[in-house]
């Protein structure tokens, strides 16, 4: 699941995960809210999706990404999925913020297409197993 | 005048021995003679010259002078004149300052000195008087009251409270802007501790000031809080200095305060306004970051993926689109740094140069190396800054001094730290292109440059960063140059800041 609001960006890491090469159903949503409500849904109905693996940007529309990140630690079926934070911000308060609320890993949004690829690493680090 | 002097005088006798009376005229001291009745029997030139007139001889009578007052300005009748005085047998009076005029109108101050001349049964057979000019002594006195006098006008008038004080801490004078300032009235003050000014919390400062000032040094612009009559605090600038005697021993201070209350306000007014702007700089500049960073990579797409596709032209707009962009990510990223420059951070506050001159050095070997640039430093001392700082200001002016190498020789920068009373000054001098006298002030501008991107790269940030930082430890940068010999960038850094030590 991919929770960016900049176009430009869905298609960077739409990219980027195909790079990886991993075969996932890729669920993409544009703001906070519309995430919150995706988690919300997956308790209220088993049948919902599901993701395993969230790359959040932070700085999204209606709800900021470390309330995202929140609700996911405290929704039922969602909350032991492995959360990437992408951000352009990198200092340390940034990435310590994230972490600290339950964040697995942190990009730092680079200027380079080849830099950007690198999120592949960690998509196939923190993609648990099983789900490829 | 002593009993010798007074005995000598009256052996000279009436004036009619011609012997006496030659060493009388050669006397350079006014001086006459009367009867026992006070008519004047003889006066010497000196006389004449003193008092401005002749005086008939049998005639005149009492005194040699045309008319005299007394220190006060009151007119004194000659009869009454001290000589006259001492000739009716009464108190011999001596060492008054009288004041005399002469016919032609000017005036001048003198002592009498009378003495009555006795016969063997002890009667008054005449008077013998000493007149010594003591005009030149008198003006001198009035000159040093009227400076006193103006001095004091100043000293009162003063915006600033004037104070002074003994070596003991005790209030000698209280001007009437003391007054205003502590509330307390010369009255209740003068003879006080000086320490009845100063907060409980800051009683330390006083051995210490006195401590500076028993050196003979002086305290200039100390910054600090003291304490009014009705308890409440104001903030002052203290400037103290040792006052000595005539013989140059330290006897006291003299303390000028002044209120900065209505200027701290203003500074943190200031300050505020600057944190709200470079807060505004900061978000500005890091928000600028995300489209820049769209901007950059889809133009690098563009250009990976549709290059084929696109005419000679469209690549060349390409080119400049892509190469706008990075220069502006240069930029942001360089603005960025510069509005983080802030002492009010966490760790260390001092920094040892030698270590921050590594830690650059070790970051720059690849330019270094392919410089060809030799790097000699001193050993450097260690200075109340930021790591971080230093660490940009050595990156920064050694950067440029690699930059702007000249390329007729072996690039050569030495850096090195002098110690003065109350700063460092660090040096980094190259032997490159230098920069001309017009410029040497523009180049510390945000955004200045003096070559275009094509010359040599950079945003113009550098020194504008390295001005800021000296500026928030209250240093100064500078660069003294010959155009194609070399540089050498300068700047200070106090040893400690607003301090009594």
Same mark, same amino acid.
């Given at each position: 699941?991919?929770?960016?609001?900049?176009?430009?960006?869905? /298609?960077?890491?739409?990219?980027?995960?195909?790079?990886?090469?991993?075969?996932?159903?890729?669920?993409?949503?544009?703001?906070?809210?519309?995430?919150?409500?995706?988690?919300?849904?997956?308790?209220?109905?088993?049948?919902?999706?599901?993701?395993?693996?969230?790359?959040? !940007?932070?700085?999204?529309?209606?709800?900021?990404?470390?309330?995202?990140?929140?609700?996911?630690?405290?929704?039922?079926?969602?909350?032991?999925?492995?959360?990437?934070?992408?951000?352009?911000?990198?200092?340390?308060?940034?990435?310590?913020?994230?972490?600290?609320?339950?964040?697995?890993?942190?990009?730092?949004? #680079?200027?380079?297409?080849?830099?950007?690829?690198?999120?592949?690493?960690?998509?196939?680090?923190?993609?648990?197993?099983?789900?490829? | 005048?002593?009993?010798?002097?007074?005995?000598?005088?009256?052996? =000279?006798?009436?004036?009619? !021995?011609?012997?006496?009376?030659?060493? =009388?005229?050669?006397?350079?001291?006014?001086? @006459?003679?009367?009867?026992?009745?006070?008519?004047?029997?003889?006066?010497?030139?000196?006389?004449?010259?003193?008092?401005?007139?002749?005086?008939?001889?049998?005639?005149?009578?009492?005194?040699?002078?045309?008319?005299?007052?007394?220190?006060?300005?009151?007119?004194?009748?000659?009869?009454?004149?001290?000589?006259?005085?001492?000739?009716?047998?009464?108190?011999?009076?001596?060492?008054?300052?009288? =004041?005399?005029?002469? #016919?032609?109108?000017?005036? /001048? &101050?003198? $002592?009498?000195?009378?003495?009555?001349?006795?016969?063997?049964?002890?009667?008054?057979?005449?008077?013998?008087?000493?007149?010594?000019?003591?005009?030149?002594?008198?003006?001198?006195?009035?000159?040093?009251?009227?400076?006193?006098?103006?001095?004091?006008?100043?000293?009162?008038?003063?915006?600033?409270?004037?104070?002074?004080?003994?070596? +003991?801490?005790?209030?000698?004078? &209280?001007?009437?802007?003391?007054? %205003?300032?502590?509330? @307390? $009235?010369?009255?209740?003050?003068?003879?006080?501790?000086?320490?009845?000014?100063?907060?409980? !919390?800051?009683?330390?400062?006083?051995?210490?000031?006195?401590?500076?000032?028993?050196?003979?040094?002086?305290?200039?612009?100390?910054?600090?809080?003291?304490? %009014?009559?009705?308890?409440?605090?104001?903030?002052?600038?203290? $400037?103290?200095?040792?006052?000595?005697?005539?013989?140059?021993?330290?006897?006291?201070?003299?303390?000028?305060?002044?209120?900065?209350?209505?200027? *701290?306000?203003?500074?943190?007014?200031?300050?505020?306004?600057?944190?709200?702007?470079?807060?505004?700089?900061?978000?500005?500049?890091?928000?600028?970051?995300?489209?820049?960073?769209?901007?950059?990579? @889809?133009?690098?797409?563009?250009?990976?993926?549709?290059?084929?596709?696109?005419?000679?032209?469209?690549?060349?707009?390409?080119?400049?689109? *892509?190469?706008?962009?990075?220069?502006?990510?240069?930029?942001?990223?360089?603005?960025?740094?510069?509005? *983080?420059?802030?002492?009010?951070?966490?760790?260390?506050?001092?920094?040892?140069?030698?270590?921050?001159?590594?830690?650059?050095?070790?970051?720059?070997?690849?330019?270094?190396?392919?410089?060809?640039?030799?790097?000699?430093?001193?050993?450097?001392?260690?200075?109340?800054?930021?790591?971080?700082?230093?660490?940009?200001?050595?990156?920064?002016?050694?950067? +440029?001094?690699?930059? @702007?190498?000249?390329?007729?020789?072996?690039?050569?920068?030495?850096?090195?730290?002098?110690?003065?009373?109350?700063?460092?000054?660090?040096?980094?001098?190259?032997?490159?292109?230098?920069?001309?006298?017009?410029?040497?002030?523009?180049?510390?501008?945000? /955004?200045? %440059? =003096?070559?275009?991107?094509?010359?040599?790269?950079?945003?113009?940030?550098?020194?504008?960063?390295?001005?800021?930082?000296?500026?928030?430890?209250?240093?100064?940068? &500078?660069?003294?140059?010959?155009?194609?010999?070399?540089?050498?960038?300068?700047?200070?850094?106090?040893? $400690? *800041?607003?301090?009594?030590?």
């Amino acid at each position: 699941m991919v929770v960016e609001d900049n176009p430009a960006d869905v /298609f960077l890491i739409r990219e980027t995960i195909e790079a990886s090469g991993v075969k996932v159903p890729v669920h993409i949503v544009r703001d906070g809210e519309e995430a919150t409500r995706f988690f919300d849904n997956a308790d209220r109905d088993d049948s919902a999706p599901c993701p395993s693996l969230v790359i959040l !940007d932070i700085n999204l529309p209606k709800k900021h990404g470390v309330q995202v990140l929140r609700h996911l630690r405290r929704s039922q079926r969602c909350r032991t999925a492995s959360v990437i934070v992408v951000s352009t911000s990198n200092a340390a308060k940034d990435r310590e913020d994230v972490i600290l609320n339950g964040a697995d890993a942190f990009f730092c949004k #680079p200027s380079k297409y080849d830099d950007f690829l690198k999120l592949a690493d960690l998509i196939l680090e923190w993609l648990p197993k099983g789900s490829k | 005048m002593t009993a010798q002097a007074r005995k000598a005088l009256t052996h =000279l006798g009436n004036g009619s !021995d011609p012997a006496s009376r030659e060493i =009388l005229d050669a006397l350079p001291v006014a001086l @006459y003679i009367t009867d026992a009745e006070g008519r004047l029997t003889y006066f010497n030139s000196a006389a004449v010259a003193l008092s401005g007139r002749a005086p008939e001889l049998g005639v005149d009578k009492w005194c040699v002078t045309w008319k005299i007052f007394l220190a006060d300005g009151t007119p004194l009748p000659h009869d009454q004149c001290p000589m006259a005085v001492a000739l009716k047998g009464g108190e011999i009076v001596e060492g008054i300052e009288c =004041l005399a005029e002469r #016919p032609d109108g000017t005036r /001048f &101050w003198f $002592t009498p000195y009378p003495a009555v001349l006795r016969d063997s049964q002890g009667r008054i057979t005449g008077g013998i008087n000493l007149l010594v000019d003591i005009t030149s002594r008198k003006l001198e006195q009035d000159k040093a009251r009227q400076a006193g006098l103006l001095l004091g006008a100043i000293v009162d008038s003063s915006d600033d409270a004037i104070i002074s004080k003994d070596l +003991n801490g005790t209030i000698t004078s &209280w001007n009437k802007s003391a007054e %205003r300032l502590f509330g @307390y $009235t010369a009255e209740e003050i003068i003879g006080r501790p000086v320490t009845l000014l100063i907060p409980p !919390d800051r009683l330390e400062e006083e051995p210490r000031i006195i401590a500076r000032l028993k050196a003979g040094e002086r305290v200039d612009h100390f910054e600090t809080i003291r304490r %009014r009559k009705d308890g409440t605090l104001l903030d002052i600038s203290l $400037t103290i200095s040792p006052v000595r005697d005539a013989k140059g021993n330290i006897i006291g201070a003299s303390k000028i305060a002044r209120d900065i209350t209505e200027r *701290r306000h203003a500074e943190a007014e200031i300050l505020r306004a600057n944190r709200d702007l470079e807060q505004f700089a900061f978000s500005a500049s890091h928000d600028l970051q995300e489209p820049l960073r769209s901007l950059k990579i @889809y133009s690098e797409l563009l250009a990976r993926r549709y290059s084929d596709k696109l005419d000679g032209q469209a690549l060349e707009f390409l080119g400049y689109l *892509r190469a706008g962009a990075t220069r502006m990510e240069v930029l942001v990223s360089d603005l960025l740094g510069y509005t *983080r420059i802030s002492k009010h951070e966490e760790g260390p506050e001092t920094a040892d140069a030698n270590a921050a001159l590594a830690i650059v050095l070790a970051s720059m070997a690849g330019s270094i190396s392919e410089s060809g640039a030799r790097i000699v430093s001193e050993s450097l001392p260690t200075v109340p800054v930021r790591p971080a700082h230093l660490q940009q200001l050595f990156q920064n002016l050694i950067g +440029n001094a690699v930059k @702007y190498r000249s390329l007729e020789r072996t690039p050569e920068i030495h850096v090195t730290a002098k110690s003065q009373e109350a700063e460092w000054t660090f040096a980094i001098s190259d032997n490159g292109i230098g920069i001309a006298p017009e410029y040497k002030e523009k180049i510390f501008g945000l /955004f200045k %440059r =003096l070559h275009t991107s094509e010359e040599y790269s950079g945003t113009g940030i550098g020194l504008a960063i390295c001005q800021r930082i000296v500026a928030e430890y209250h240093g100064r940068i &500078w660069v003294d140059s010959e155009p194609g010999q070399g540089s050498t960038f300068c700047f200070t850094i106090p040893r $400690t *800041r607003n301090s009594v030590e």
